[in-house]
């Protein structure tokens, strides 16, 4: 269930039943049936996950300073609130960041000082560039992609 925040809302299939709104907790997943009872379900009693991307329509209205936002989306020579709407779905359906791999792990990634995507191999305690052996820190690496786990992952 890795890429999911508490607080991530879904729709997802719980124990067969499809299509049941979920949220999600620190380390697992309720359903609400009634207001006042949550009741929990493990990670393996979920699957087909999708998470729903929620718009705060009001932001909209309040930059806007328009009192309709149905009207401001049909307007054609506005486009503030279908500009706002598409980066909110773009901010919420980003792949989340993978987890740091473990020593001797192996990721594809950038650097702020260098954009071609490179490979980088964990030390004992920094990621070092396979093709300059520099060393950054886990967060100074843009957009890491999983090559290899580390042993201790």
Not at 89 to 108: D, L
Not at 130 to 139: I, K, L, N, V
């Amino acid at each position: 269930m890795s890429g999911y925040q508490p607080g991530d809302v879904c729709i997802a299939t719980v124990r067969g039943v499809k299509d049941m709104r979920v949220l999600r907790r620190i380390d697992h997943w309720v359903t609400g049936v009634r207001v006042g009872a949550e009741y929990v379900h493990l990670g393996c009693d979920v699957t087909d996950i999708r998470r729903l991307i929620v718009l705060d329509l009001d932001a909209v209205v309040l930059r806007n300073g328009n009192s309709d936002v149905v009207t401001d989306l049909r307007d054609p020579e506005s486009m503030y609130a279908a500009r706002y709407i598409s980066n909110e779905i773009k901010a919420q359906t980003k792949p989340p960041r993978i987890p740091e791999p473990g020593q001797w792990g192996v990721v594809e990634a950038s650097t702020p000082t260098v954009s071609r995507r490179r490979r980088f191999v964990r030390d004992d305690s920094l990621w070092r560039s396979t093709a300059s052996g520099g060393g950054y820190d886990w967060d100074e690496l843009a957009h890491p992609v999983l090559v290899r786990e580390g042993v201790d992952s």
